[in-house]
């Protein structure tokens, strides 16, 4: 009776191993495949700031993202909105506004949104804005200035992604009021849309642009102003 004991111990004992040899391989198993290509991390990667320039040339910052939820008979339904700003990097730039359950349907409705109203800035030198100016939206009020080489981008948040889709190099901001990324965004555009630059306003006012400058009108000047383009 002892050796049949012993003997049934040690059938016994090798399918216990088994299965749960088995089970920690399909616990492993599992996990691999949470972390593979249609896992958690590509939901990670769906809301990290998009910051590539694509095929079309085009420059696509997410600037914010806003989850909202509607409670409804037997729950709550949750819905995202996106803020995104569009740029070519050679002076022009958008923005829009998109909503969709999705987070990566809500982006690309506001990309779509984005290059539709996109508007052009005169830049000098192709690298800074030609004057100051100020813009305000509802409790926004935000101040840019142009800046010599070598400052580069001092500004913060939404107005940070503004200018580097619209190709601005060096420029001093800064933003008083609410820090409501809608706002500060339509303020900094009521900033960039008042930019004009020295071509426009001489054919407007049917001048040169050497004599805008103030530079006496001599040859090096002409030349110099020749090269100022929007």
Known sequence: MMADENNTNEAVLP?????????EGGRRGRGRGRGGEGGGRGRREDRRPREEKEDDGFVEKLVHINRVSKTVKGG???????LVVVGDGQGRVGFGHGKAREVPEAINKATAAAKKKMVRVPLKEGRTLHHDGNGRFGAGNVYVRSAPPGTGIIAGGPMRAV???????????????????YNMIRATFAALVDQTSPKSVAQRRGKKIADLLGRGGSKTAEADAEAITE
């Open 76 to 82: 709550k339904r949750f819905g995202f909105a996106a």
């Open 163 to 181: 200018f580097e889709s619209l190709g601005v190099a060096d420029v001093v901001t800064k933003s008083i009021g609410t820090s409501n990324p």
């Open 15 to 23: 399918e216990g191993v088994a299965v749960e040899a088995e089970a």
